[in-house]
């Protein structure tokens, strides 16, 4: 069974520009959370999608953004990148049945200069 | 909202000893408890979890012991390898559909 993959694996911007990163579940899940992975700052939680609607987000500022396609893939958006945005971007999914249990993709490592 | 607090930030230990990684958690409506280990240019990989209906669990060389009391829950490897060697990551969650709230991370290191 095919894990949660990611894409790409890494991506540079400029300050200013905008991300987006991708995310395709394991197959059968509904649910797809993002956390950031910053050095020093272990993984917090960004935004959580189910079923195509946007459940919960963190404490990040609305440039973060994203979506869930009807084949249950994610996008991840980060507009007017900052400096400090640079840091791994995980992907999770859970099924409907399990939906605590979370199993993580390989990143997106994003390095904004 | 959760807090939870990890230790020791890092740990050494020869192969074949036990490690043992300690969590605390502030919510005490969490339930769900996950341990992940990360490796270099990896994400986290689930090991094994414990929800509060639970005091114990065992896999292998794995185990997880939950103090619902004193919030509080710990990883025990034992006969530690080598491949033992990563970053390791606790969590706690209401269950359900909460996200995940992860502790700072051990970075675990096993001497041959």
């Known amino acids: 069974e095919a894990g949660v993959t990611q894409s790409p694996t890494h991506l540079i911007k400029t300050r200013g520009q905008q991300a987006t990163l991708r995310c395709s579940p394991i197959?059968?899940?509904?649910?797809v959370y993002w956390y950031q992975q910053a050095l020093g700052l272990g993984l917090q939680f960004l935004l959580w999608?189910?079923?195509?609607?946007?459940?919960n987000r963190g404490n990040f500022p609305p440039r973060f953004s994203g979506r869930q396609f009807p084949n249950y893939s994610s996008e991840l958006n980060v507009n007017a990148l900052e400096l400090e945005d640079s840091a791994l971007y995980l992907c999770?999914?859970?099924?409907?049945?399990?939906?605590?249990?979370?199993?993580f993709g390989p990143g997106t490592r994003l390095l904004v200069l | 909202g959760e807090n939870v607090e990890q230790h020791p930030s890092t740990l050494s230990v020869q192969e074949g000893d036990s490690a043992v990684i300690k969590c605390t958690y502030s919510?005490?409506?969490?339930?769900?408890f996950p341990w992940y280990k990360q490796e270099l240019g990896k994400g986290p990989q689930l090991i094994i979890d414990?929800?509060?209906?639970?005091g114990e669990k065992k896999d292998q060389r794995i185990a997880v012991t939950l103090n619902k009391t004193a919030k509080h829950f710990s990883l025990h490897i034992t006969e530690t390898q080598p491949e033992d060697s990563a970053v390791y990551f606790c969590?706690?969650?209401?269950?359900?559909?909460?996200?995940?709230?992860f502790g700072k991370g051990t970075k675990l290191t096993v001497n041959p």
């Open positions: 999770a999914s859970s099924s409907s049945g399990e939906r605590e249990t979370q199993y």
């Open positions: 197959s059968g899940h509904t649910s």
């Open positions: 999608y189910d079923e195509g609607e946007e459940r």
């Open positions: 919510d005490s409506a969490s339930n769900y």
């Open positions: 414990i929800r509060s209906n639970v």
């Open positions: 969590a706690a969650s209401r269950g359900g559909s909460e996200k995940l709230v």
